[in-house]
Structure formats: structure tokens, C-alpha cells
């Protein structure tokens, strides 16, 4: 069984459900380390004074910010644990929201909800919970406490069980205006192609299968560290070219239909 993450309740007015967090994702990447080349020795990291050139201690080490219009600011590990959000064990409910509603770039991180033990009442309180929130189709948004950072998050039903994502602060994402202004220019597509691409899309629309899609760049650094133990050589490929600018953008919708049109009918 997974390490629980954080242990409390899930309040909404005069309602507690004990619960815990539980991670929703595995880590499946393959990690290195760094090491010496010439004799395979781990790579160490030591911290050094730029000004004197010496080793520091860690227990000498604070932290400095530098504000655009000042200079830097020293601050102490006392000094940021003054402001730290008051650990709690609960997920204080603010409000529930319509889950259609809830733009997906504002996810985070998902985990798991589950009861923190298997007592009666517990086990009563978060199925009811469960249920409610599945027939409504409606997430609940509050505030969580954990390591020390305080976080938004949505919770929500899935598969019978509560799913908490945490969320990002509005003024955590980037407002489309600062992208690049081409983004921004009117460029009214032609009905003839708006109909075409609207074609394509069509023709390519399957049901979200998450199981159909695979990690083909994990998959080949797997390959690659078996090749690399039977001391096979690494051959390595020459770099793609950008791709050129679409010369007639119907022309190419209309290929693209042919061929899926073709493809289908096999």
C-alpha cells in the first residue's frame, strides 16, 4: 500500500471526513546520476563562496532575493518559517463549482482520496460524499496545507473514489497576451477551409483511450541502456529539419482527408 501523504478531514460546513492523500502517479522515468567519466565515480556537488573561493558549511547558508528595483535582501530560515501557513489537518471546503467549468490549465498535481481508516462512520461519511458529488457533477474547492506550502485544490468523484488535484493561482499562469502577438492577428480562415479542417478533425476524433498512448521516449532510453549493457555502439541520428510553412493550406487539408478517407475504407 502507497505511504500516506498527509493525513486529516475533508470539512464542509459541519461535515468531517476523515481522509488521506495518496499519490496518483507513478514515477516510470529511468533517473541517472552524474558520474567521472574517465574511472565511473559519483559526481559530488559542494557549495563554494564566489567571493573567498572556499567550501561553506550548510548551517552558514541563508537565502537572498533580488527585487528588480533594490538590491538583495538576506533572509533566515527563522525568518520564512515566521510566515509559513498554519499546518492543519484539514481541507477547508470554500465552495463546490461545476466540473465543466474548472479550466483544465489551472491542474497541478493529482492524487488520490481516500478514508484514513476503515471505521464504520469514516467509511459512511466519505461514500456519501462520493455519491453526492458524482450525481451532482459538481468539485468541491478549498485549501490544503502540506510541507509547509499552502495549496488550492479541487476535489472531485472518480471511479467511486475522491480525487484531489492541486491547483495553480490564477496570477500563476501566463495570460495569452503576453505570447507572441502573432497569436493575436486577425487572420479569418476561408469557409472552404474552415470546413475542410473541420473535416480532418472529425475524421481523426476516437474516444479518449489513455491506455492507447505510451512514453516512445522512455521506451527507447530503456532500449538504449539494454543495448548499452550488451556493449553494442550507439548509432546516433542526424537531427530533423523544421518543417516549411504550409505553401496551400486547402490543398493539404484536402490531401489529409484522401488519405484518412483511404485508410479507414481498408
Known amino acids: 500500500m502507497p505511504r500516506s501523504l498527509w493525513t486529516g478531514s475533508l470539512s464542509f460546513g459541519l461535515v468531517n471526513v476523515p481522509v488521506r492523500l495518496e499519490t496518483a502517479v507513478r514515477d516510470r522515468d529511468l533517473h541517472f546520476r552524474q558520474i567521472h567519466r574517465k574511472d ?11 567571493e573567498e573561493d572556499v567550501e561553506v558549511d550548510y548551517d552558514e547558508i541563508t537565502h537572498g532575493y533580488e527585487p528588480e528595483d533594490s538590491e538583495q535582501v538576506m533572509i533566515s530560515d527563522l525568518e520564512l518559517q515566521a510566515i509559513e501557513p498554519r499546518r492543519t489537518r484539514t481541507i477547508d471546503i470554500e465552495q463546490f463549482v461545476e466540473l465543466a467549468e474548472v479550466d ?4 497541478d ?12 462512520g469514516t467509511v459512511r461519511a466519505y461514500r456519501l460524499l462520493t455519491e453526492v458529488m458524482g450525481q ?4 468541491a474547492l478549498g485549501r490544503l496545507v502540506m510541507r509547509a506550502k499552502e495549496y488550492l485544490a479541487l476535489v472531485r468523484e472518480r471511479e467511486g473514489a475522491l480525487t484531489l488535484t492541486t491547483m495553480l493561482f490564477a496570477d500563476e499562469t501566463r495570460p495569452i ?3 507572441d502577438a502573432a497569436t493575436q492577428k486577425s487572420h479569418k480562415p ?12 472529425e475524421a481523426l476524433s476516437e474516444d479518449w483511450e489513455p491506455d492507447k498512448h505510451k512514453d516512445r521516449y522512455r521506451d527507447r532510453l530503456r532500449k538504449v541502456v539494454q543495448q548499452k ?6 548509432s546516433v541520428p542526424d537531427s530533423d529539419q523544421a518543417s516549411e510553412p504550409v505553401p496551400d493550406l486547402m490543398a493539404a487539408l484536402e490531401r489529409t482527408l484522401e488519405e484518412l478517407q483511404a485508410g479507414s475504407s481498408r
Open 40 to 50: 565511473g565515480a559519483p559526481i559530488e556537488v559542494q557549495r563554494f563562496c564566489s
Open 104 to 107: 483544465p490549465m489551472y491542474f
Open 109 to 120: 498535481h493529482p492524487y488520490w482520496l481516500v478514508p484514513a481508516s476503515e471505521d464504520d
Open 136 to 139: 451532482t457533477e459538481r468539485a
Open 177 to 179: 497576451k503576453d505570447i
Open 190 to 201: 476561408a469557409r472552404k477551409q474552415l470546413d475542410a479542417a473541420v473535416a480532418v478533425i
Open 229 to 234: 549493457r550488451k556493449g553494442e555502439t550507439i
